[in-house]
């Protein structure tokens, strides 16, 4: 049993520590101390998709929780790399700070100095990781990425090297031929090229796949459930005549 003080506010430091100690291999928690970074791999995505739930909701106090819950997460892989003794909170914290430093020449000095002449956020980014090739580009596109936001990321990164459509037109094009060998034969395959072409027309348009696709199956999934609604109501009331 842990002597912990409660606080009358906590810090980051506070929340790293009671980590630890959830962690401790002899007088920790059960279940906190046997974790590994795989074991809780889908709670991180979990608490995000939380997060994104209460941003849609317009939901402060379900935002603080659920951004509490992804800081936690953080803080919990920080601390399993900390036990392997490959990096700590601070290190973390440094690396975010000192990037978000360099990425900003317009506001910081001395990125200023560092990237003359570099003002774009791709071309720093590219920069300090040294990319300098198409697959160095697409290479760094994580593959656990939702399928529709990874398209339109390679797309992206690939129209920067002249790859792909160039403008509405062309995507307009790519997608009445990709439609038209769905219509031929309704593989998954032809269906992916439709999907890798639909999502190229709405980037070039300046639309998010990945949220368009999300909100119309919100809209989809509150149709229904008003015209079920409806419905039974209608029932009800055609039962009390």
Not at 19 to 34: A, H
Not at 120 to 130: F, S, T, V
Not at 141 to 158: D, E, I, Y
Not at 162 to 181: I, M, N, T
């Amino acid at each position: 049993m842990q002597d912990w003080t409660p606080r009358e506010h906590y810090t980051a430091e506070d929340l790293v520590e009671i980590i630890r100690i959830l962690r401790d291999r002899d007088t920790g928690c059960p279940w906190d101390k046997v974790q590994t970074h795989a074991s809780i791999r889908k709670n991180f995505l979990e608490e995000t998709c939380e997060v994104l739930e209460a941003i849609d909701a317009d939901d402060p106090a379900m935002m603080q929780e659920e951004l509490g819950d992804v800081l936690m997460q953080v803080v919990f892989h920080t601390v399993i790399e900390e036990e392997r003794g490959r990096f700590d909170m601070e290190k973390v914290c440094r690396e975010v700070c000192e990037k978000l430093v360099f990425r900003h020449p317009n506001i910081f000095a001395s990125s200023a100095a560092e990237n003359a002449g570099i003002n774009g956020w791709d071309a720093l980014k590219n920069k300090e990781k040294g990319r300098t090739t198409l697959a160095d580009e697409l290479d760094t596109v994580p593959l656990t990425l939702p399928a529709l936001m990874r398209a339109q990321k390679l797309q992206k990164r690939a129209a920067r090297f002249g790859c792909g459509p160039e403008d509405a037109a062309g995507a307009a094009r790519a997608l009445d031929s990709a439609k038209a060998g769905w219509d031929e034969a309704q593989t998954q395959e032809s269906a992916g090229e439709l999907l890798l072409a639909a999502a190229d027309a709405m980037r070039l348009a300046g639309v998010d796949a990945e949220e368009a696709l999300t909100f119309a199956a919100k809209r989809f999934t509150q149709r229904l459930e008003a015209d079920e609604t409806e419905t039974g109501t209608r029932r009800i009331h055609r039962l009390l005549e």
